[in-house]
């Protein structure tokens, strides 16, 4: 069974910075994107950054461009997204998500295995 579990959500004020991490289990995904989602309360679920199998090729949400980094260790299983310069509207949970196809997408329907979310609170 695949399994995708976040950690290094948290509470940080504006202008900080965290690192959240991804863990695969079950299946390997290095010949697959990954990607990083986000749900602020009330609002849908949207985009923040994707990244290839082989971790050459990323895309990113423009609200994040220039802030936000996307990694993956393929040895590890595991998918990271550094966020510097947090400012209060990055507040949500974010999603740690696995596609079986094969090219980077920003498309949330693209992605079939999910983890359950960690919660990111920026304060001014």
């Known amino acids: 069974q695949v399994q995708l579990v976040e950690s290094g959500g948290g509470l940080v004020q504006a202008g900080g910075s965290l690192r959240l991490s991804c863990a695969a289990s079950g299946r390997t995904f290095s010949r697959n994107p990954m990607a990083w989602f986000r749900q602020a309360s009330g609002k849908e679920r949207e985009f923040v950054a994707a990244i290839s199998g082989n971790g050459v090729g990323t895309t990113y949400a423009d609200s994040v461009k220039g802030r936000f980094t996307i990694s993956r260790d393929n040895a590890k299983n595991t998918v990271d997204l550094h966020m510097n310069s947090l400012n209060p509207e990055d507040t949500a949970v974010y999603y740690c998500?696995?596609?079986?196809?094969?090219?980077?997408?920003?498309?949330?329907?693209?992605?079939?295995?999910w983890g359950q979310g960690t919660q990111v609170t920026v304060s001014s």
């Open positions: 998500a696995a596609s079986t196809m094969l090219f980077v997408s920003a498309v949330r329907r693209d992605y079939d295995y």
